[in-house]
């Protein structure tokens, strides 16, 4: 089963705060975070494998909270250049090793 | 380092052909993945594969897909007799060991089935 992120869009003005939710069902092991820009391939910004871990990538950060089956990424003074679609990809003791099963994405607008 | 290589960009099928999406995946990496993605949604899990193994083709479907890995060459998505349904872009990602690192995407294959 899939995760669920939330909220599917958000609109931001350059400089503005945003986070996005991802939640799973299954217990996790570990949860991917990635950006895909429009026509483009997906791009891994970081993987998060610990409870409560949390990891950096520019201004852009990310918590797991293991026993809430739950990740947040956390979009801090935000760039032109973030706008595209980030995806989490769960990783499920209850799957095969290595399998990850993605959100439906939230695509992230920031205007000047 | 070439990234993961994906071919062909674009490719155009008639219902009922054949259409075989190449991956050739990262130097080092053993691990790859196929994943579908409809206009304006998440990606979906087809089939995960080492060399000369399928290790989970639970989002296979049941007919017309096939997937191999074989010891020398790329990996190879296979659909036999494609149907509207089918067309979507098709990416590949690989991964030097299963989950301890993240997914590199090529950059997909774009089906359209007219």
């Known amino acids: 089963q899939q995760p669920v992120q939330s909220p599917q869009a958000v609109i931001l003005r350059e400089g503005e705060d945003a986070v996005i939710n991802c939640s799973s069902s299954k217990a996790l092991y570990s949860v991917h975070w990635y950006r895909q820009k429009h026509g483009e391939a997906p791009v891994f910004l970081m993987i998060?494998?610990?409870?409560?871990e949390q990891k950096g990538h520019e201004k852009i950060s990310a918590s797991f909270n293991e026993k809430k089956q739950q990740s947040s990424l956390y979009l801090t003074a935000s760039q032109l250049s973030y706008s595209g679609t980030y995806f989490c990809g769960t990783g499920a003791p209850a799957d095969s090793w290595g399998k990850l099963q993605f959100g439906a994405g939230t695509q992230v607008v920031v205007t000047p | 380092n070439a990234g993961v290589m994906q071919n062909p960009r674009h490719l155009v099928r008639r219902r009922g052909q054949e259409a075989r999406l190449r991956c050739s995946p990262m130097k080092g990496h053993s691990h790859v993945y196929w994943y579908r993605q409809l206009p304006e949604e998440g990606l979906k899990f087809m089939v995960y594969?080492?060399?000369?193994?399928?290790?989970?083709e639970s989002g296979m479907p049941k007919e017309r897909f096939s997937a191999e890995f074989p010891k020398e060459g790329p990996s190879i998505l296979r659909i036999q007799q494609v149907v509207r349904g089918d067309s979507a872009a098709y990416f590949c990602?690989?991964?030097?060991?299963?989950?301890?690192?993240?997914?590199?995407f090529g950059s997909g294959t774009r089906l359209t089935v007219v």
């Open positions: 998060l494998l610990k409870g409560g």
């Open positions: 990602a690989s991964s030097p060991a299963a989950s301890v690192a993240g997914y590199t």
């Open positions: 594969l080492q060399k000369e193994n399928i290790i989970d």
